[in-house]
């Protein structure tokens, strides 16, 4: 199985809402040595196909549509900035650009967006799959308490004993620790206190 | 070097000055920033703005072409730029007349994985061309699950080589890759050469950079390296023999061209027919112009691609000898299409066969013999 280089976007498609003519003819030019498709946002349009990254220009700032600020959380964001005054920023923060560009545009700078748009929703994707985990081990933790408690009073040991035996009961019925304790916290059915 | 691009950039000028075929001339205001990159700055607003230059042939490093980059942009002048360079650039205001990555480090590194090893030591000048040409070798080599056995860099100009040739001399890597320019390289070459040598140990090593002149500079010690390169000295081209012998007529018997060097005269010659097909020194129209507009060069055929600004040229690879030039053992068996920004690089897929329309191969190579 042959892996494309990680600093490769050909094959990627972009979705380029640009007002200038000439701003627009730079980026379709880089696109295209980059191996990028553009598809072309009218704003007043719907569009139902999926893109890699968007390249939106503050000008069409602030989308009013919900639906197109939904299009928008689906990838990462590039910002075309025309302006740095904290009024316009603070519109496009809205959209959590991933990367930003700055008008009028070069060819230079385009590909350095593209690759920190992309890595930073990598790791953003990351880093949110890591909270879920933690929220979902967060909220089972009054499982477990709940657990380690009855454990602890029915067979009178202290609480590293009652964690181990749960511990080592989810390890010999191959569940997490978190699912144990749901059960035992459920039915009452306990580890037997040996070893 | 940047004397070499000097040198062969006026031999173009007085040749096309000379040649009944075209109806203009060309003046050379010469500037020399001495290496210096400040400087490069200055003397391009000078040349723009006083001399009204229009274009402009020069700069060897990346880090020269960076400084005259926004002055070119700014004021819609086109620099000729005439070294092979990492790659990962595409400016209106440039044409790009040396190799593109994908056009020597790709061809030298699958050679290698093919036919030496899977491992390689890298030693290079700490600077970008080295931090990408290992990005590149590194990526490839670990697709084909080799590696990087170390990658020691020293600071451009450093001469102390000593502790990296001991480093070889015990680890003894079957390839040692050289991405060192200027006196570095010389020195890390004779002292690789004479520790090598005493050791009893044969090590290939590679280069993407080094030229005739520097044979020369370096001495015997130089013999054996496996050279990737759109230009030597030694291509049995006539219009490459022609070449060499005007050359030498100018420069003297025992001079040789460069592959910089040779770059620059074919800049001046692929800027000096643009003009004459445009009939004009208009940026717009001699960039469209140069655009697809095939020049039978000292190296092959060459041309503009319009898409970046890039060279068309032949990959070639070639070991060097005991008499100060290559043998030629492989070339592209057609000009590769430039990739700037390696588009097309897939580092687990093998050398693809198709041609384009345009008679160029696809950026992936594929390369024959050459007897």
């Known amino acids: 199985m042959s892996k494309p280089s990680s600093f490769s976007l050909r094959g990627r498609k972009a979705l380029v809402a640009i007002k200038d003519e000439r701003d627009l003819s730079i980026v379709r030019r880089q696109f295209e040595r980059l191996g990028i498709d553009v598809l072309t946002w009218e704003l007043d349009g719907a569009l139902g196909c999926h893109a890699d990254v968007t390249l939106i220009d503050d000008e069409f700032l602030p989308l009013t549509s919900p639906t197109q600020r939904a299009l928008l959380g689906q990838c990462p964001v590039i910002a075309l900035l025309g302006t740095e005054t904290p009024s316009r920023l603070k519109l496009l923060l809205e959209l959590d650009p991933a990367s930003f560009l700055v008008k009028p545009l070069r060819s230079a700078g385009i590909y350095a967006a593209l690759v920190m748009a992309f890595e930073r929703a990598e790791r953003t994707n990351e880093l949110r799959q890591q909270v879920v985990k933690l929220e979902e081990r967060l909220r089972s933790r009054r499982l477990v308490l709940a657990a380690v408690l009855q454990v602890m009073h029915t067979h009178s040991v202290a609480e590293p004993a009652a964690f181990a035996l749960i511990r080592r009961a989810a390890m010999e019925q191959r569940k997490t620790i978190e699912q144990m304790s749901a059960e035992i916290a459920a039915k009452g059915s306990l580890p037997r206190a040996t070893g | ?371």
Not at chain 2, 26 to 50: F, N, Q, W
Not at chain 2, 236 to 260: C, I, M, Y
């Open chain 2, 1 to 371: 070097m940047g004397r070499e691009i000097l040198k062969s950039a006026l031999m173009a000028v007085d040749e096309i000055n000379d040649h009944p075929d075209f109806d203009f001339s060309l003046a050379a205001h010469v500037r020399d920033p001495r290496g210096i990159i400040s400087e490069y700055h200055t003397v391009c607003d000078d040349l723009i703005r006083s001399a009204g230059v229009e274009h402009i042939i020069g700069c060897y490093t990346s880090a020269s072409r960076k400084q005259v980059l926004p002055i070119v942009e700014r004021t819609d002048r086109l620099l000729w730029y005439p070294a092979r360079y990492e790659g990962f650039e595409c400016s209106d205001n440039v044409m790009y007349v040396g190799a593109s990555p994908n056009h020597n480090v790709l061809p030298l590194v699958r050679y290698v994985l093919d036919n030496v090893s899977r491992h390689i030591f890298c030693v290079g000048s700490n600077y970008v061309w080295t931090w990408e040409t290992n990005r590149v070798t590194r990526e490839l080599v670990t697709a084909a699950q080799g590696s990087i056995l170390a990658e020691r860099l020293l600071e451009l100009g450093e001469s102390a080589v000593g502790h990296i040739v001991d480093e070889i001399v015990r680890r003894k890597p079957p390839v040692v890759f050289n991405t060192l320019v200027g006196s570095s390289s010389y020195d890390f070459i004779r002292a690789f050469h004479a520790a090598t040598t005493a050791a009893g140990l044969n090590i290939p090593m590679l280069s993407c950079s080094l030229c005739e002149p520097e044979l020369k500079i370096v001495g015997p010690a130089s013999a054996g390296c496996i050279t990737s390169s759109a230009y030597f000295e030694s291509i049995r081209l006539p219009e490459n023999l022609a070449f060499v012998q005007r050359w030498k007529a100018r420069h003297g018997e025992t001079s040789s061209p460069s592959v910089d060097g040779q770059s620059a005269y074919v800049a001046v010659y692929l800027l000096a027919r643009a003009l004459q097909r445009a009939g004009t020194s208009n940026i717009g129209e001699v960039r469209r112009a140069a655009a697809g507009y095939r020049y039978n060069s000292p190296q092959g055929p060459v041309w503009i691609d319009g898409g970046n600004n890039h060279c068309v040229l032949t990959s070639r690879l070639a070991v060097s000898n005991a008499q100060g030039q290559f043998d030629i053992f492989w070339e592209s068996d057609a000009p590769v299409k430039p990739d700037p920004y390696l588009t097309q690089l897939d580092v687990a897929v093998g050398p693809a066969r198709e041609k384009l329309k345009d008679g160029s191969s696809p950026s992936a190579l594929h390369l024959r013999v050459v007897k």
